[in-house]
Protein backbone atom coordinates (compact mmCIF):
# COMPACT_ATOMS: atom_id res chain seq x y z
CA UNK A 1 0.00 0.00 0.00
CA UNK A 2 2.84 2.24 1.02
CA UNK A 3 4.03 1.72 -2.61
CA UNK A 4 0.76 2.34 -4.30
CA UNK A 5 0.84 -1.33 -5.86
CA UNK A 6 -1.09 -4.23 -5.57
CA UNK A 7 -0.71 -7.96 -5.36
CA UNK A 8 -1.38 -8.16 -8.71
CA UNK A 9 1.04 -5.79 -10.06
CA UNK A 10 3.40 -8.02 -11.98
CA UNK A 11 6.35 -5.84 -10.58
CA UNK A 12 5.00 -5.67 -7.04
CA UNK A 13 7.49 -8.79 -5.66
CA UNK A 14 9.95 -6.39 -7.49
CA UNK A 15 9.34 -3.43 -5.88
CA UNK A 16 8.86 -4.91 -2.49
CA UNK A 17 12.79 -5.92 -2.69
CA UNK A 18 14.22 -3.09 -3.48
CA UNK A 19 12.09 -0.94 -1.11
CA UNK A 20 12.14 -3.55 2.16
CA UNK A 21 14.04 -6.49 1.71
CA UNK A 22 16.92 -5.42 -0.45
CA UNK A 23 17.71 -3.00 2.56
CA UNK A 24 17.96 -5.89 4.77
CA UNK A 25 21.00 -7.13 2.13
CA UNK A 26 23.03 -4.19 1.48
CA UNK A 27 26.13 -3.91 4.02
CA UNK A 28 25.12 -7.39 6.32
CA UNK A 29 28.44 -8.24 5.34
CA UNK A 30 29.64 -4.54 7.01
CA UNK A 31 33.17 -5.58 8.10
CA UNK A 32 34.38 -5.90 4.55
CA UNK A 33 33.75 -2.51 3.83
CA UNK A 34 37.07 -1.88 5.34
CA UNK A 35 38.73 -3.22 2.57
CA UNK A 36 37.59 -0.37 -0.28
CA UNK A 37 34.77 1.41 -1.71
CA UNK A 38 31.79 -0.45 -3.14
CA UNK A 39 30.11 0.99 -6.33
CA UNK A 40 26.76 -0.35 -7.52
CA UNK A 41 25.62 1.41 -10.63
CA UNK A 42 23.26 -1.91 -11.19
CA UNK A 43 20.54 -0.54 -8.41
CA UNK A 44 20.24 2.83 -10.33
CA UNK A 45 16.78 3.86 -9.73
CA UNK A 46 16.47 5.23 -13.16
CA UNK A 47 17.55 1.51 -14.26
CA UNK A 48 14.75 -0.09 -11.93
CA UNK A 49 12.30 2.18 -13.66
CA UNK A 50 13.06 1.87 -17.53
CA UNK A 51 13.40 -1.68 -16.80
CA UNK A 52 9.09 -2.11 -15.22
CA UNK A 53 8.33 -0.43 -18.06
CA UNK A 54 9.43 -3.45 -20.43
CA UNK A 55 6.42 -5.50 -21.05
CA UNK A 56 6.06 -8.17 -18.59
CA UNK A 57 7.46 -11.22 -20.77
CA UNK A 58 10.33 -9.33 -22.22
CA UNK A 59 11.31 -8.48 -18.16
CA UNK A 60 11.03 -12.13 -17.49
CA UNK A 61 13.38 -12.53 -20.88
CA UNK A 62 16.32 -10.80 -19.07
CA UNK A 63 15.89 -7.83 -21.73
CA UNK A 64 17.01 -5.49 -19.42
CA UNK A 65 20.45 -6.94 -18.76
CA UNK A 66 20.85 -8.11 -22.42
CA UNK A 67 20.52 -4.33 -23.29
CA UNK A 68 22.96 -3.51 -20.99
CA UNK A 69 25.45 -6.14 -22.06
CA UNK A 70 24.52 -5.25 -26.04
CA UNK A 71 24.80 -1.48 -24.73
CA UNK A 72 28.37 -2.27 -23.75
CA UNK A 73 29.88 -4.56 -26.48
CA UNK A 74 27.05 -6.82 -28.71
CA UNK A 75 30.10 -9.41 -27.89
CA UNK A 76 28.97 -9.33 -24.50
CA UNK A 77 25.22 -10.20 -25.24
CA UNK A 78 25.86 -13.62 -27.48
CA UNK A 79 28.71 -15.29 -25.29
CA UNK A 80 27.07 -18.85 -24.65
CA UNK A 81 25.76 -19.76 -20.70
CA UNK A 82 26.52 -23.16 -19.03
CA UNK A 83 22.79 -23.97 -19.96
CA UNK A 84 20.86 -23.39 -23.44
CA UNK A 85 17.72 -22.01 -21.47
CA UNK A 86 19.79 -19.00 -20.43
CA UNK A 87 20.70 -17.37 -23.59
CA UNK A 88 18.99 -13.91 -24.87
CA UNK A 89 16.40 -14.53 -27.60
CA UNK A 90 17.21 -14.15 -30.83
CA UNK A 91 13.79 -12.01 -31.11
CA UNK A 92 14.97 -9.59 -28.30
CA UNK A 93 18.53 -9.21 -29.71
CA UNK A 94 17.38 -8.27 -33.21
CA UNK A 95 15.00 -5.71 -31.20
CA UNK A 96 17.72 -4.13 -29.51
CA UNK A 97 18.15 -0.67 -30.05
CA UNK A 98 21.91 -1.46 -29.01
CA UNK A 99 21.93 -4.53 -31.73
CA UNK A 100 24.79 -3.53 -34.01
CA UNK A 101 24.74 -0.07 -32.89
CA UNK A 102 26.70 -0.53 -29.16
CA UNK A 103 27.02 2.78 -27.37
CA UNK A 104 30.24 4.46 -28.50
CA UNK A 105 31.66 5.82 -25.62
CA UNK A 106 34.51 8.02 -26.89
CA UNK A 107 31.27 10.40 -27.92
CA UNK A 108 29.75 10.92 -24.78
CA UNK A 109 31.15 13.56 -22.08
CA UNK A 110 31.13 11.69 -18.79
CA UNK A 111 32.25 14.36 -16.38
CA UNK A 112 35.27 13.25 -13.54
CA UNK A 113 33.34 12.75 -9.89
CA UNK A 114 34.64 14.31 -7.23
CA UNK A 115 36.19 11.38 -4.60
CA UNK A 116 37.20 12.97 -1.10
CA UNK A 117 39.98 11.34 0.89
CA UNK A 118 43.09 9.79 -0.52
CA UNK A 119 44.35 6.41 -1.65
CA UNK A 120 45.04 4.63 1.52
CA UNK A 121 48.88 3.89 1.37
CA UNK A 122 49.69 0.04 1.86
CA UNK A 123 50.33 0.22 5.11
CA UNK A 124 46.51 1.55 5.91
CA UNK A 125 45.16 -0.99 3.69
CA UNK A 126 46.58 -3.99 5.68
CA UNK A 127 45.46 -2.21 8.94
CA UNK A 128 41.83 -2.24 7.39
CA UNK A 129 42.48 -6.01 5.91
CA UNK A 130 43.53 -6.77 9.29
CA UNK A 131 40.83 -4.89 11.38
CA UNK A 132 38.21 -6.56 9.03
CA UNK A 133 39.32 -10.35 10.16
CA UNK A 134 40.00 -9.11 13.19
CA UNK A 135 36.24 -8.49 13.37
CA UNK A 136 34.90 -11.50 11.76
CA UNK A 137 37.08 -13.84 13.93
CA UNK A 138 35.07 -11.71 16.63
CA UNK A 139 32.23 -12.45 15.54
CA UNK A 140 33.04 -16.46 15.43
CA UNK A 141 33.83 -16.37 18.86
CA UNK A 142 30.42 -15.09 20.13
CA UNK A 143 28.72 -17.35 18.32
CA UNK A 144 30.80 -20.33 19.59
CA UNK A 145 30.65 -18.93 22.78
CA UNK A 146 26.57 -18.62 22.42
CA UNK A 147 26.61 -21.33 21.19
CA UNK A 148 28.16 -23.72 23.94
CA UNK A 149 26.41 -22.09 26.83
CA UNK A 150 22.78 -22.57 24.97
CA UNK A 151 23.34 -26.21 23.68
CA UNK A 152 22.87 -28.27 27.07
CA UNK A 153 19.66 -26.82 27.77
CA UNK A 154 18.40 -26.81 23.73
CA UNK A 155 19.47 -30.56 23.49
CA UNK A 156 17.52 -31.52 26.58
CA UNK A 157 14.63 -29.63 25.62
CA UNK A 158 14.50 -32.27 22.61
CA UNK A 159 13.09 -29.68 20.17
CA UNK A 160 15.29 -31.24 17.37
CA UNK A 161 16.59 -34.18 15.90
CA UNK A 162 20.31 -35.77 17.42
CA UNK A 163 20.92 -35.84 13.76
CA UNK A 164 20.91 -31.79 13.10
CA UNK A 165 22.19 -31.77 16.49
CA UNK A 166 25.47 -33.46 16.08
CA UNK A 167 25.81 -31.49 12.21
CA UNK A 168 25.36 -28.47 14.54
CA UNK A 169 28.23 -29.57 16.83
CA UNK A 170 30.21 -30.42 14.04
CA UNK A 171 29.81 -27.26 12.12
CA UNK A 172 30.67 -25.35 15.90
CA UNK A 173 34.35 -26.65 15.47
CA UNK A 174 35.43 -24.69 12.42
CA UNK A 175 33.17 -22.30 11.63
CA UNK A 176 34.77 -21.90 8.53
CA UNK A 177 33.50 -21.10 4.56
CA UNK A 178 30.77 -18.46 4.10
CA UNK A 179 28.40 -17.47 6.85
CA UNK A 180 25.63 -19.43 5.73
CA UNK A 181 26.91 -22.98 6.36
CA UNK A 182 26.57 -21.82 10.05
CA UNK A 183 23.03 -21.82 10.11
CA UNK A 184 22.72 -24.72 12.46
CA UNK A 185 25.02 -23.30 14.86
CA UNK A 186 22.96 -20.03 14.81
CA UNK A 187 19.90 -21.38 15.13
CA UNK A 188 20.63 -23.52 18.69
CA UNK A 189 21.84 -19.76 19.83
CA UNK A 190 18.37 -18.01 18.96
CA UNK A 191 16.44 -20.89 19.89
CA UNK A 192 18.24 -20.75 23.74
CA UNK A 193 17.88 -16.94 23.73
CA UNK A 194 14.07 -17.31 23.27
CA UNK A 195 14.19 -19.97 25.91
CA UNK A 196 16.03 -17.70 28.29
CA UNK A 197 13.20 -15.07 27.54
CA UNK A 198 10.66 -17.66 28.90
CA UNK A 199 9.29 -17.54 25.30
CA UNK A 200 6.99 -20.59 24.56
CA UNK A 201 9.05 -22.76 21.99
CA UNK A 202 7.85 -25.96 20.59
Same mark, same amino acid.
Given at each position: ??? !?? /?????????????????R??? &?????? $??????? /??????? $???? +?F? $? #???????? %???M????? $???????????? !???????R???????????????????? +? %??????? #??????D? +???? &?T???? +???????????????E???????????????????? /?? /????? %?WR???????????????????
Amino acid at each position: ADL !DL /TPDDPFCMQHHYLNFRGRLHY &GRNWYH $LFRGQNY /TPLLSPK $LSRA +AFS $L #PVADYKAS %KPSMDILAA $LDNTLAVIPFEL !DDKFFSSRLLEASPFWGDPVDFSKIHIP +A %KRVFGRE #PELEQADL +AERE &GTHLAN +AFRMALKSNFDRYLPEVRAANFLEAGYLQGAVEDAE /TL /TGRPE %KWRRVAHIVHLGHFMELGVQVS
